[in-house]
């Protein structure tokens, strides 16, 4: 899975004037599924998110992470993410997983964290959304969890 995630001030999601979504200080997170991800990106996924240390501490270090900085979690779904631009000037998506694997896998993320961070919101997967929100630092930093290959 690829996420781009961003220590916002507040991030909100709107979809034909309405708003879906909203958060406070935390983190705004664009996620894509790609072939090969299971659960196992998706846990491994939220499990990076959640620990990450992203947040300053009372010495300004970046040392909390989001749980500990009390900060909430949104989830926007971003098949863009996948984009190939090494060739030509129209990117190629086919890295991504089509929606019938990476809706489920998408859904499974915010399930799963929403049972350990209960506000969590998300996005409407395939939705024709608008993403605002106020980056802190700026601090944006880009994530990958590899699709499991074959082992022994």
């Not at 949104?74 to 190939?84: I, N």
């Not at 694997?101 to 024709?128: I, K, N, W």
């Amino acid at each position: 899975m690829i996420a781009l995630i961003q220590r916002v001030r507040q991030a909100q999601v709107d979809i034909e004037n309405q708003t879906v979504a909203k958060i406070g200080a935390g983190m705004a997170v664009l996620v894509c599924a790609e072939h090969g991800d299971t659960s196992a990106q998706a846990r491994r996924l939220l499990d990076k998110l959640l620990a990450l240390r992203i947040f300053s501490d009372q010495q300004g270090k970046m040392n909390l992470n989001l749980l500990q900085a009390g900060g909430q979690l949104l989830l926007v779904s971003q098949f863009t993410l996948a984009a190939d631009t090494r060739k030509g000037n129209r990117p190629g998506f086919s890295r991504a997983a089509p929606p019938a694997l990476s809706q489920p896998l998408f859904d499974e993320l915010v399930s799963m964290a929403r049972t350990r961070l209960p506000d969590t919101q998300c996005g409407v997967f395939g939705a024709d959304m608008q993403l605002s929100l106020t980056n802190d630092g700026p601090v944006t930093i880009p994530l990958h969890i590899a699709p499991d290959t074959a082992s022994s």
